[in-house]
């Protein structure tokens, strides 16, 4: 979602979508890889058609849905004298680079005053039974905010704590699933993982899934090595487990910060804590408070007493109390917020979680928050988000990449591999990202031995990527998955054909691919001599239904006899289109006379897939 920050003077601009000046003093603007004219007109406050002239006399025709460059992008806002900077991506790549302009913006110009610290925000994930929970217990309770000792918390989605004098906040659901879910729909809500690894367990399933939904959010990672006053135990060998799984800890020379902790014990809390600081300062985490509130749903619940409930961690802005937002779906006027101690407070800054009242509806966890002016700007914006799927959310396949690679949509392929053995992964990942080029890089975000799972179809999703299989099947739940989220498997048995296609796709050449529709069953009840050498097929249809014209298959003893298509269907001697489930009908088979009273018909179509 493009954003918007006025950095000389509080709150938006009153501007509205007309033919107003250009704003005396540049304000800055962030614009992401691409965007349509009618996004940039709404980034920039004016109408679309001040946009279209802008482009025309930059030489460039364009209508009001078109997709245009951040270049083209940028060269028309500064052109309307806004400062340009890159819209902030889930990659931490981009926030850097975006940290890096702002710090430089900080450098010259004054104007960049509004900006503060905000707290970070911080997911524990790890195996289960390795003490996530224990862990966020612990650093409640040795935390707890001076001002508020002694209140009770309460369970809204995320707590703060107060760490030498600097507010964290806690997502309280720990576990890569919520992390995935709010991914997926385009929010992100974590900067720094915390991933707990059991030292009498070691890396595990689940230890190696959280790195890689870390990892592909380009989110740091801090290690704490849990349980540590359990006897016997040696933290060592969790570290060269973890370097195996790409995860140096510093003293073996990386950069991966791992602290010995015990939840049980409450040892190491402190120290964890101060490290996080540290990767907090880093990551330079800043915003304006002055503007509206903007922010995301992280829990959301309906009261039988109070109605629709909502936790909403604000990353940009301030929320207040009778401001008007827009959230997801849903719209209303806030009526109360109250903190994670139940404590009724009147605003909220960048990073303090608060729950809602006031809603109309109950929101959807990772639905965008967005403090608007009026009711009737609420329902504009609703309704926009209800009819355009931002770009950004589509689903990635092989069939559709190069178009969204052409529209500078994507910059890079993201590709999970799940291989029937070990040995042939490395060539397929090593082919696979010697194809990436200047436009586009090939980014293997997990790899791994086994079926393909719902847990690889919830990472595809979150990262908008496609997952590959060779010589393995999907497990039922996990084509389901991808079947309802549009995210595409391809299987291959040949590593030449895997590589081919994904290179074919790269050039936008690739070929579709036949995919098998089965439409209905039928029972040979009882065989029809007609003519000369012609027989006809007396049938039941058992399920679905026939169409005149499908593709048929016959079998019997459950052998597959033939195949071929329907050359006509008739009910009581007259021609029929299709016949479902539950008639009788005649049924005549193109080039096949041979029918047997017991045979079973497959009746299918074929359809072209990418
Ligand atoms: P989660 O599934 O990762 O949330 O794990 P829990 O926090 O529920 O902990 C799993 C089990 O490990 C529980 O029985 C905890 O009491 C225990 N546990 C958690 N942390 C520690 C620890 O530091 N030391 C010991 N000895 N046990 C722990």
Redesign the pocket.
Known sequence: MARISNLNSPGYSSRGHGNSPPPAEARLVEIGATLTVRQLADLLQISAVEVIKQLMRNGIMANINQVISYETAAAVATELNYKVCPKPKADRKSATALSEFRKSQRQQDSTTKGLKPRPPIVT?M?????????????IRQTNVMATEAGSITQHIGAYQVEVNGQRVTFLDT??HEAFTAMRARGAQVTDIVIL?V?A?DGVMPQTLEAIDHAKAAGVPIIVAI?????PGINPELVKQQLADAGLVAEDWGGDVICVP?????K?GIHELLENLLLVAEMEELRVNPSLPGLGTVIEAKLDKTKGPLATVLVYEGRLKVGDIAAVGATWGRIKAMFNDVGKRVRKAEPATPVEILGLNQVPQVGDILKVVASEHQAQSLIQKQLTERPPELKPVNLSNLYDQISAGQVKELNIIIKADVQGSIEPIKNSLTSLGSVEIQVRIIRSGTGNITESDVMLAIASKGIIIGFGVDSEPGAQRLAEIEGVSIRSYKVIYDLISDVSDALKGMLAPTRVEVIEGQAEIRAVFGIGKKGSIAGVYVTEGKINRGASVRLQRGGKIIAESTVSSLRRFKDDVKEVSAGYECGVGIKDWNEFKVGDTLEFFRVELKQ
């Open positions: 524990i790890g195996h289960v039974n390795h003490g996530k929970t224990r862990l966020l217990d612990a720990p576990g707990v059991a009498d849990n349980k540590i006053d359990k902790v015990s939840a049980k014990e040892l």
